[in-house]
């Protein structure tokens, strides 16, 4: 693996990233929005494993932010999916337009 | 060019290009089917830098876990057949044209910017070391950011239940 440099990993986790920025400014649904978000925490996990392996091999701190990234993921996941569902029993749709009652 | 190379190469578009159908499919549910393709590219990655933990790690918590709860809510929330409402162009074209030059500012930057690595002697990324680190409570130790990691998932946890609970009707 030594000889892809490390420009070329930093290309897909930065494309990844403004892949899920592009999704989220455009979807319009709760759920694919929330899918935006962890394409835009996987792009940064990327990241955080590349420069660990390539510039900082004696350390192995970007796997424990990893870690902790992926955990915190999931618990945001959990409560965001929460939300939602909470959301749909009371609006009936999850569209972000139609939640604007607390916009002010 | 050889193998290891040719593997990169084939993983980064395939993380790329599941990961532009997954933000531009009509259909939710296939968005979603999409979405997990790409995060199993993204793991088949962490195999290719040799950091099996964590790509281990990638595959239990996203493609077993995140995923299967977001199809789960998918089909609670919507008619998974039926084609989503369509982005206004307008705001599809803006969108697009802010997070292309944003993409060029960025990797223009890491373009100019000179990576120097360490010169000190690799260790190995082993479970064996990265548990010992993960629970130490030495100078670079992660047991306290490990035990406040802990407390926030079980108060997301509980947060989850008292948000998504049906709460019945006042009777009379």
Redesign the interface.
Known sequence: ?N??P???????S???F??????F?????M??M???V??IL?SV??NF??F?????????DG??F???I??????????A??????L??SHHS??VEDAGEMKF | M?A??IM?YIL?AF??GT??L???TGK?FR??IW?LF??TG?AG??F????E??AA??II??VG??VV??IF??F???RSGQE??K?LPR??AF??L???A??AL??LL??QHE????L????E?SVA??GV??LSTTEHG?IL?FEV?SI??LA??I???V??I?TKPAEK
């Open positions: 693996m000889e892809i490390l420009t070329h990993i930093l290309f897909v930065t494309a990844l403004f892949i899920g920025a592009y999704g400014f455009t979807r319009r649904n759920i694919t929330l899918m935006s962890e394409l996987n996990n990327i494993v590349a660990n392996k390539y510039l900082y091999p004696d350390k192995l796997i424990f990893t870690i902790f992926i955990t915190i993921a999931a618990a945001e996941a959990a409560v999916i929460a939300i939602i569902i909470n749909y029993r999850i569209d | 050889s290891s190379a990169f980064a993380i790329l990961g532009l997954a933000v531009t939710i968005s979603a979405l790409s995060l993204i990655l962490y290719w830098m040799q950091m933990f964590i790690v990638q918590v996203y876990g995140i709860l977001i809510s998918i609670l929330t919507q989503m409402l982005p705001r599809a969108s697009a802010a997070v292309i944003g993409f960025t990797y890491i373009r990576f120097k690595p360490t000190r002697p690799a260790v990324a070391n990265i680190q993960l992660y950011p990691v926030l998932l997301a946890m947060g989850c239940i948000i998504a049906k």
